[in-house]
C-alpha cells in the first residue's frame, strides 16, 4: 500500500515537471504594458498573434512569420512582430502547423487568434483573424511571452 501511494506522488511529480517545462514564462510586466500599446510604425504593420484559451494551456506553440521564429505561446499569452507590408504566411505549431496567409497593409495594425483543439498527444491549433476591437479585448486578457523576438 505505502508503495502504492509513493509510485502516485513520484508519477505526480514527473508530470508535473514535464507540464511546467512546456509552459511559457511571461515578460516583465513593463515589457508587457509596453508592447500591448504599441502603434504600427509607419510604412509597417504590426501583428498580435494571441491566445486567450487556457484549453491546453501547458502546451508550447510556435509562432513564424514566413518561417522566421517570432516566439512561444502557452495559455494567455501572446507574441507580436512588425512586418513589411505584402504577402506574408504566419505559422503555428503544436501538433499540427497551421498556416494562415495575409496581405498585410502598411501603417495597420492586425489581431490572429490562435485557437487550441484537442489533438491525438497534444493540443492542435488553428489561426483566425479578429476584427480590432475584439483583437484588442483578447490582447488585454493575456501577457506577452518572455521569449517573444521583438521587445
Given at each position: 500500500?505505502?508503495?502504492?501511494?509513493?509510485?502516485?506522488?513520484?508519477?505526480?511529480?514527473?508530470?508535473?515537471?514535464?507540464?511546467?517545462?512546456?509552459?511559457?514564462?511571461?515578460?516583465?510586466?513593463?515589457?508587457?504594458?509596453?508592447?500591448?500599446?504599441?502603434v504600427?510604425?509607419?510604412?509597417k504593420?504590426?501583428?498580435?498573434?494571441?491566445?486567450?484559451?487556457?484549453?491546453?494551456?501547458a502546451?508550447?506553440?510556435?509562432?513564424?512569420?514566413?518561417?522566421?521564429?517570432?516566439?512561444?505561446?502557452?495559455?494567455?499569452?501572446?507574441?507580436?512582430?512588425?512586418?513589411?507590408?505584402?504577402?506574408?504566411?504566419?505559422?503555428?505549431?503544436?501538433?499540427?502547423?497551421d498556416?494562415?496567409?495575409?496581405?498585410?497593409?502598411?501603417?495597420?495594425?492586425?489581431?490572429?487568434?490562435?485557437?487550441?483543439?484537442?489533438?491525438?498527444?497534444?493540443?492542435?491549433?488553428?489561426?483566425?483573424?479578429?476584427d480590432?476591437?475584439?483583437g484588442?479585448?483578447?490582447?488585454?486578457d493575456?501577457?506577452?511571452?518572455?521569449?517573444?523576438v521583438?521587445?
Open positions: 500500500m505505502v508503495m502504492k501511494t509513493i509510485k502516485k506522488i513520484i508519477s505526480i511529480f514527473i508530470i508535473g515537471i514535464m507540464v511546467s517545462g512546456c509552459m511559457v514564462p511571461k515578460a516583465s510586466i513593463e515589457v508587457d504594458q509596453k508592447a500591448k500599446n504599441l504600427a510604425p509607419t510604412g504593420a504590426l501583428v498580435y498573434i494571441v491566445r486567450p484559451s487556457s484549453m491546453g494551456g502546451v508550447k506553440f510556435k509562432v513564424s512569420c514566413d518561417y522566421k521564429f517570432i516566439g512561444s505561446t502557452s495559455g494567455k499569452r501572446y507574441v507580436y512582430t512588425i512586418q513589411e507590408p505584402g504577402n506574408h504566411e504566419f505559422i503555428s505549431k503544436a501538433e499540427n502547423e498556416i494562415f496567409p495575409i496581405v498585410l497593409e502598411a501603417d495597420k495594425t492586425y489581431y490572429i487568434e490562435q485557437i487550441p483543439k484537442m489533438g491525438i498527444l497534444v493540443a492542435r491549433n488553428r489561426l483566425a483573424l479578429l480590432e476591437l475584439t484588442k479585448q483578447k490582447l488585454f493575456c501577457k506577452l511571452s518572455a521569449d517573444n521583438e521587445k
